[in-house]
């Protein structure tokens, strides 16, 4: 592709930002993540998360329905592991409960959609959020509202093929990786404060 | 839905907005509610952006707490007043087309038939009149013809309101209505004499004025089109804002055309959909 | 029914043994379905495609496919099997010339819903008059629907694509229909040689629960889910989301090109690499084009061959580098609008170059002597 120098960083990158896929950023291949544009290996992107994650003013996760509710083995699992990783960043949790235009409006102080997740973001003033259980579809919708209108930094634990609309996207990221990224945090907290 | 399927992960009951938490704690799923425990439990429609008096909300909602099985029963409906509500039901639904809602519906039945052959899924087609008997009749016939079991459940309005107020098929002659400016020229379509005609094993025509009878033909429609075939459900619900009368008096309208012969009541019944019904009525 | 193995997608394309066997284009629709693993089927009637849905027919008969109806008009088909899709099963339908017509609204859809639905189009000419004859004027209008597009040469393309296509369709970052296109009667009735898969071989089955979107089975989350919800108030928020779908879509379309360039081989075959002239072309206009290539080459004319796979996504960057060293590009087709002429120029530094044509539509042959004449023509 003409573009491959096209970087996914915070925005507000203006009015309507194109999709970093057009831009001819390419998802990682299995055991890679992509880091603002770049494919990058796993455990360099966890690191980056991490420090992004404890020097953040605001961090915050949006938790999806996927993990939002336990509605197949294996989720509760994960869902304890983010709650200890949050913990272990100090990170709020603002839930995306599902994707539709909610009606009259949705209360921005306490949940986040992904129509107008820039909403959420503004009200809390979030500088750092981390996407995890949200449908591929509906991350990326949201994912790229936000790059368009904000300077929030976006991380995403994609169970899947990953996010090309994230800063920092990991693939097929599992229990594996929350634990990983929790010790991380811990080991750089740890690093900090010595 | 799988029994349990619908937890809230551990660590997460907090967060969850209120509506999703009394959803679990008070919903309807798997639970034997109807429309006389309205008000004592999390309805499956959140807030939606209908108008004041809509005929279609109230109908909407009635169907809603009706339905026999709302744990595993998937909506198809239509671009119209309802699809705007629709975002807000707690059930996984559709909105593909205008018009196209029973080829979607006939799909999708024999899909979910595919991936879950032991278990029942109700999927039941809630559309205006402009999609039912329009645009969308040709589709709505051919389910009937090609014997789909699934529910079509007509919100009659007697115009297309969500654009604005023009005559449909459904509208009474002599209705001044916008493509109508000098009155309808023929007459309302007798969608359930053409259902019944078209093998439809039950058939009704029912309205909100009367919520236990609208309850309880969207109930038997539901389990006779799972057992035996198609069916048909129209309810008449009228539209304030198109048809200018004050919101408040959505009921006694429908009331008042009762009365003077210009709206009834019906059912038809197949053979085989009547001994269906007996079978489980007297279990009961 | 011959009881059938999942194996290896890249196995049974790749390395699984194949037999020849003389077939049909319609027949060899019916033996990659036969081993696609597809759950549904749904049928309709239009020349040329008609034969196809036969035989698919016939394999639901016998136990291949699982569900299998005909139903009332293309829109419909086209709508129950989006419905299908959303139950999350693989789904297989054909159509071609005006019944892709009168689908048409619902295409669309497909792609906005991330349905990853295989769709055959047998290409035939669009009325009035009245003609049943080849003609792939029915493409120029899918080009911007969000559909991938692959255009096969032969019967042995149609096949592989079919199959393929299926693989390429149901990635979860993916997750867009692919309709793969063949020309009506010149590859759907006309026998060719085809090399044939086991037969006790097929796909590993589709997984509904790795799509972007939620599936409509009440049986995974969020309940409260609508495919798709309006975004239609008269606001920025509004026009902002749907304008971040639209994106989405193209985004999957381009995430396709990897997974299109390890089954295709690429999106293009280049013949003579090194040549001064190109021909172009997709579809059955590259078998002729090979033709009056061997006849120029032999009067010591320098002509390559670039056979374009894929039309969605357009491999535009392959077609630029080739462009950018030769000195004339011919586009035959079989079509009066000469669409794939205006894909090209849109992507190439020197537009003037490309020779937008011979053309020839209605159901008219492409006699190799009219591309010929042009490569004459450009080579004095």
């Given at each position: 592709?003409?573009?491959?120098?096209?970087?996914?960083?915070?925005?507000?990158?203006?009015?309507?930002?194109?999709?970093?896929?057009?831009?001819?950023?390419?998802?990682?291949?299995?055991?890679?993540?992509?880091?603002?544009?770049?494919?990058?290996?796993?455990?360099?992107?966890?690191?980056?998360?991490?420090?992004?994650?404890?020097?953040?003013?605001?961090?915050?996760?949006?938790?999806?329905?996927?993990?939002?509710?336990?509605?197949?083995?294996?989720?509760?699992?994960?869902?304890?592991?983010?709650?200890?990783?949050?913990?272990?960043?100090?990170?709020?949790?603002?839930?995306?409960?599902?994707?539709?235009p909610?009606y009259?409006?949705?209360?921005?102080?306490?949940?986040?959609?992904?129509?107008?997740?820039?909403?959420?973001?503004?009200?809390?003033?979030?500088?750092?959020?981390?996407?995890?259980?949200?449908?591929?579809?509906?991350?990326?919708?949201?994912?790229?509202?936000?790059?368009?209108?904000?300077?929030?930094?976006?991380?995403?634990?994609?169970?899947?093929?990953?996010?090309?609309?994230?800063?920092?996207?990991?693939?097929?990221?599992?229990?594996?990786?929350?634990?990983?990224?929790?010790?991380?945090?811990?080991?750089?907290?740890?690093?900090?404060?010595? | 839905?799988?029994?349990?399927?619908?937890?809230?992960?551990?660590?997460?009951?907090?967060?969850?907005?209120?509506?999703?938490?009394?959803?679990?704690?008070?919903?309807?799923?798997?639970?034997?509610?109807?429309?006389?425990?309205?008000?004592?439990?999390?309805?499956?429609?959140?807030?939606h952006p209908l108008c004041a008096g809509c005929g279609l909300a109230l109908s909407l909602?009635?169907?809603?707490?009706?339905?026999?099985?709302?744990?595993?029963?998937?909506?198809?409906g239509s671009t119209g007043c309802s699809a705007l509500a629709f975002p807000q039901v707690?059930?996984?639904n559709?909105h593909s087309l205008f018009g196209n809602q029973?080829?979607?519906?006939?799909?999708?039945?024999?899909?979910?038939?595919?991936?879950?052959?032991?278990?029942?899924?109700?999927?039941?087609?809630i559309a205006g009149d402009g999609a039912t008997a329009d645009i969308g009749?040709?589709?709505?016939?051919?389910?009937?013809?090609?014997?789909?079991?699934?529910?079509?459940?007509m919100l009659d309005n007697e115009a297309y309101a969500n654009t604005g107020g023009q005559e449909s098929g459904m509208s009474?002659?002599?209705?001044?209505l916008n493509m109508a400016?000098?009155?309808?020229?023929?007459?309302?379509?007798?969608?359930?004499?053409?259902?019944?005609?078209?093998?439809?094993?039950?058939?009704?025509?029912?309205?909100?004025?009367?919520?236990?009878?609208?309850?309880?033909?969207?109930?038997?429609?539901?389990?006779?089109?799972?057992?035996?075939?198609?069916?048909?459900?129209?309810l008449?619900s009228p539209c304030p804002t198109n048809y200018k009368?004050?919101p408040?008096?959505?009921?006694?309208?429908?009331?008042?055309?009762?009365?003077?012969?210009?709206?009834?009541?019906?059912?038809?019944?197949?053979?085989?959909?009547?001994?269906?019904?007996?079978?489980?009525?007297?279990?009961? | 029914?011959?009881?059938?193995?999942?194996?290896?997608?890249?196995?049974?394309?790749?390395?699984?043994?194949?037999?020849?066997?003389?077939?049909?284009?319609?027949?060899?629709?019916?033996?990659?379905?036969?081993?696609?693993?597809?759950?549904?089927?749904?049928?309709?009637?239009?020349?040329?495609?008609?034969?196809?849905?036969?035989?698919?027919?016939?394999?639901?008969?016998?136990?291949?496919?699982?569900?299998?109806?005909?139903?009332?008009?293309?829109?419909?088909?086209?709508?129950?099997?989006?419905?299908?899709?959303?139950?999350?099963?693989?789904?297989?339908?054909?159509?071609?010339?005006?019944?892709?017509?009168?689908?048409?609204?619902?295409?669309?859809?497909?792609?906005?819903?991330?349905?990853?639905?295989?769709?055959?189009?047998?290409?035939?000419?669009?009325?009035?008059?009245?003609?049943?004859?080849?003609?792939?004027?029915?493409?120029?209008?899918?080009?911007?629907?969000?559909?991938?597009?692959?255009?096969?040469?032969?019967?042995?393309?149609?096949?592989?694509?079919?199959?393929?296509?299926?693989?390429?369709?149901?990635?979860?970052?993916?997750?867009?229909?692919?309709?793969?296109?063949?020309?009506?009667?010149?590859?759907?009735?006309?026998?060719?040689?085809?090399?044939?898969?086991?037969?006790?071989?097929?796909?590993?089955?589709?997984?509904?629960?790795?799509?972007?979107?939620?599936?409509?089975?009440?049986?995974?989350?969020?309940?409260?889910?609508m495919?798709d919800p309006f975004v239609m108030k008269s606001?920025?928020?509004s026009?902002?989301?749907?304008?971040?779908?639209?994106?989405?879509?193209?985004?999957?379309?381009?995430?396709?090109?990897?997974?299109?360039?390890?089954?295709?081989?690429?999106?293009?075959?280049?013949?003579?690499?090194?040549?001064?002239?190109?021909?172009?072309?997709?579809?059955?206009?590259?078998?002729?084009?090979?033709?009056?290539?061997?006849?120029?080459?032999?009067?010591?004319?320098?002509?390559?061959?670039?056979?374009?796979?894929?039309?969605?996504?357009?491999?535009?960057?392959?077609?630029?580098?080739?462009?950018?060293?030769?000195?004339?590009?011919?586009?035959?087709?079989?079509?009066?609008?000469?669409?794939?002429?205006?894909?090209?120029?849109?992507?190439?530094?020197?537009?003037?170059?490309?020779?937008?044509?011979?053309?020839?539509?209605?159901?008219?042959?492409?006699?190799?002597?009219?591309?010929?004449?042009?490569?004459?023509?450009?080579?004095?």
């Amino acid at each position: 592709m003409r573009e491959s120098s096209y970087k996914v960083l915070p925005g507000p990158e203006g009015y309507l930002p194109p999709a970093a896929a057009t831009m001819g950023v390419m998802l990682p291949d299995p055991g890679q993540a992509i880091m603002e544009g770049e494919s990058v290996d796993r455990d360099t992107a966890l690191r980056a998360a991490a420090l992004k994650l404890i020097e953040a003013r605001n961090p915050v996760f949006f938790p999806g329905p996927l993990i939002l509710w336990d509605w197949k083995p294996g989720v509760a699992e994960k869902a304890t592991a983010l709650k200890e990783l949050a913990e272990a960043v100090g990170a709020k949790m603002i839930p995306m409960p599902d994707y539709r235009p909610k009606y009259p409006m949705i209360n921005p102080a306490i949940e986040v959609n992904p129509n107008h997740p820039n909403l959420t973001i503004w009200h809390n003033k979030i500088d750092v959020c981390l996407f995890i259980g949200v449908h591929c579809h509906y991350a990326n919708l949201a994912l790229k509202i936000i790059r368009g209108g904000t300077d929030c930094y976006t991380i995403a634990v994609c169970a899947e093929a990953g996010h090309e609309e994230a800063m920092i996207s990991l693939r097929d990221a599992g229990l594996c990786e929350l634990q990983r990224l929790r010790e991380l945090v811990i080991e750089l907290k740890g690093g900090k404060n010595q | 839905m799988k029994t349990g399927m619908l937890k809230i992960s551990p660590g997460f009951e907090e967060i969850m907005p209120p509506e999703y938490r009394e959803l679990v704690d008070n919903g309807p799923y798997g639970k034997d509610y109807g429309i006389g425990d309205l008000g004592s439990y999390k309805e499956l429609l959140e807030e939606h952006p209908l108008c004041a008096g809509c005929g279609l909300a109230l109908s909407l909602r009635l169907t809603l707490a009706s339905l026999p099985m709302p744990e595993d029963t998937v909506i198809v409906g239509s671009t119209g007043c309802s699809a705007l509500a629709f975002p807000q039901v707690a059930l996984h639904n559709i909105h593909s087309l205008f018009g196209n809602q029973n080829a979607v519906a006939s799909g999708l039945k024999r899909a979910l038939k595919l991936r879950f052959p032991e278990k029942e899924k109700d999927v039941v087609v809630i559309a205006g009149d402009g999609a039912t008997a329009d645009i969308g009749l040709d589709m709505v016939m051919q389910s009937w013809l090609r014997r789909e079991k699934i529910t079509t459940i007509m919100l009659d309005n007697e115009a297309y309101a969500n654009t604005g107020g023009q005559e449909s098929g459904m509208s009474m002659q002599g209705a001044v209505l916008n493509m109508a400016p000098t009155g309808k020229k023929f007459p309302k379509l007798s969608l359930p004499e053409i259902a019944h005609t078209c093998g439809c094993a039950y058939v009704a025509a029912a309205s909100p004025a009367k919520p236990k009878q609208l309850a309880k033909v969207v109930r038997r429609a539901i389990l006779v089109a799972r057992e035996i075939g198609p069916t048909y459900v129209q309810l008449y619900s009228p539209c304030p804002t198109n048809y200018k009368f004050n919101p408040k008096e959505t009921v006694s309208l429908i009331k008042q055309r009762e009365k003077d012969g210009l709206y009834q009541s019906k059912e038809y019944i197949s053979q085989e959909a009547q001994a269906f019904l007996e079978s489980i009525e007297v279990k009961k | 029914m011959i009881d059938q193995k999942i194996v290896d997608p890249d196995y049974l394309l790749f390395e699984a043994p194949r037999t020849s066997e003389y077939i049909t284009g319609s027949e060899a629709v019916r033996e990659a379905i036969k081993r696609a693993n597809v759950d549904m089927a749904i049928a309709y009637p239009i020349t040329p495609q008609s034969e196809s849905m036969h035989l698919v027919g016939d394999i639901y008969a016998q136990g291949y496919v699982k569900e299998y109806f005909r139903g009332e008009n293309e829109f419909a088909v086209m709508s129950s099997v989006a419905g299908a899709s959303m139950a999350g099963v693989r789904v297989f339908t054909a159509t071609g010339g005006p019944g892709t017509m009168r689908a048409f609204e619902v295409f669309p859809t497909w792609a906005g819903a991330r349905l990853p639905i295989v769709c055959a189009f047998m290409t035939r000419g669009i009325n009035s008059p009245l003609t049943i004859q080849p003609d792939t004027i029915e493409m120029a209008y899918l080009l911007e629907t969000g559909i991938l597009m692959l255009h096969a040469e032969n019967s042995q393309d149609l096949h592989d694509m079919l199959l393929m296509a299926f693989m390429v369709a149901e990635k979860t970052d993916v997750h867009i229909p692919v309709g793969v296109f063949a020309d009506g009667f010149f590859v759907t009735h006309t026998r060719d040689k085809v090399n044939m898969l086991p037969e006790d071989c097929k796909l590993p089955s589709y997984d509904p629960y790795t799509s972007p979107v939620p599936v409509m089975d009440m049986e995974n989350v969020p309940v409260r889910q609508m495919r798709d919800p309006f975004v239609m108030k008269s606001n920025f928020i509004s026009y902002a989301a749907h304008a971040s779908w639209q994106q989405e879509i193209d985004a999957a379309a381009e995430r396709s090109r990897k997974y299109l360039n390890h089954y295709l081989g690429g999106l293009i075959d280049v013949e003579h690499e090194d040549a001064d002239i190109f021909i172009v072309t997709s579809g059955t206009a590259v078998s002729q084009s090979r033709e009056a290539i061997a006849t120029a080459r032999e009067e010591g004319i320098n002509v390559g061959l670039v056979k374009i796979k894929s039309i969605r996504p357009f491999p535009g960057e392959e077609i630029r580098a080739l462009a950018s060293r030769s000195k004339g590009i011919i586009v035959p087709e079989f079509n009066r609008v000469g669409w794939l002429a205006k894909e090209i120029c849109s992507v190439i530094d020197e537009p003037r170059k490309v020779v937008r044509g011979p053309r020839v539509f209605g159901g008219m042959t492409m006699p190799p002597e009219l591309i010929l004449a042009e490569i004459r023509r450009i080579n004095q």
